[in-house]
């Protein structure tokens, strides 16, 4: 008898304590899960559900259908934007990677007293608007821009480049300038806390520069990096401004989605876009996620 009552109260008891923690978790943590559902999960649903819909004089009809998805494969523009923007995102991560880590390392090791100022130098694009500063590169690149004039000036050309604007060259180019900072803060987070004794106990036992970056310094900065990789693939495979101001017409998802919102008037393949990019997005962070902790990148 005695069993049972102290039984009946230990349940009630963790009855009462997970109530207080849900009441604790609600009054904490409810707005912003409302946030979340108002900004957040309505958007994606309502862009999920146009995506099943079709669009007739200009407005969306109700009719459940999945050809908008079917389209996102068939149509060959379509096939060639996601192929492009695959293909541009992996190589301005892989450049941002190879321009941003000695970078980031030379801030976090040497940098001394100057690291603040190294790193305000990092962030001084921020200041300014990005559009502007794309349309800056319309300025350089052009047949009559900065660097022909230069060029030409210099007697290494005889003729204006043509490739330089307008071209994949030129989104790559402007893409690794736009999200290079994205790229170095991390991974200077990462590697302005390496311990410096592990690096020289490791130079003490008679490991060369190589093996201390293979076996200390690169594991040790893996979450910056995983970090730096999420941010510039992920703006790369999202971006619009700069593939319809320096693209010269090359497909691009994000500029065909602009189509369909606009000229094209076909709402419901925009949204069927929207869903497979960012279905493909997430599903690369959820990947990468598992190499390293949120918490261990900044």
Do not use: C
């Not at 559009?131 to 047949?143: A, E, P």
């Not at 004039?149 to 893409?175: D, R």
């Not at 495979?237 to 008037?265: D, H, K, Q, W």
């Amino acid at each position: 008898m005695v069993e049972t009552h102290s039984r009946t109260d230990t349940i009630l008891r963790t009855i009462l304590d997970r109530v207080r923690e849900s009441n604790s978790f609600l009054v904490t943590g409810g707005p912003i899960l409302l946030l979340e559902v108002l900004f957040f999960l309505a958007p994606v649903a309502i862009m999920f559900y146009i995506a099943t819909t079709g669009m007739e004089s200009l407005a969306v009809t109700l009719d459940f259908t999945l050809s908008n998805y079917t389209a996102v494969y068939t149509r060959a523009a379509n096939r060639v934007a996601f192929i492009n923007t695959t293909l541009i995102a992996l190589v301005t991560t892989t450049t941002a990677v190879v321009v941003a880590y000695p970078f980031a390392y030379y801030i976090a090791r040497f940098g001394g007293k100057y690291k603040n100022v190294l790193l305000v130098l990092v962030m001084i694009p921020f200041w300014t608007n990005y559009i502007v500063r794309v349309y800056g590169w319309q300025i350089i690149l052009g047949t009559e821009g900065v660097l022909n004039g230069l060029l030409v000036s210099l007697g290494l050309i005889s003729e204006p480049i043509g490739w330089l604007l307008n071209t994949k060259f030129s989104i790559w180019l402007g893409l690794t300038y736009l999200w290079l900072p994205f790229m170095i803060l991390p991974l200077y987070t990462s590697l302005e806390k390496l311990d410096e004794s592990l690096i020289e106990a490791a130079y003490d036992l008679g490991a060369s520069r190589r093996e201390v970056f293979k076996r200390i310094v690169l594991p040790l900065s893996i979450p910056g990096l995983v970090g730096g990789i999420i941010f510039v693939f992920i703006f790369s495979m999202g971006a619009y401004i700069v593939p319809a101001m320096i693209g010269g017409g090359e497909l691009f998802v994000g500029t065909r989605i602009a189509y369909a919102f606009g000229i094209g008037s076909d709402w419901p393949l925009g949204a069927a876009l929207g869903s497979v990019l960012m279905l493909i997005v997430g599903g690369v962070l959820w990947s990468l996620m598992g190499y390293t902790d949120i918490e261990e990148m900044f």
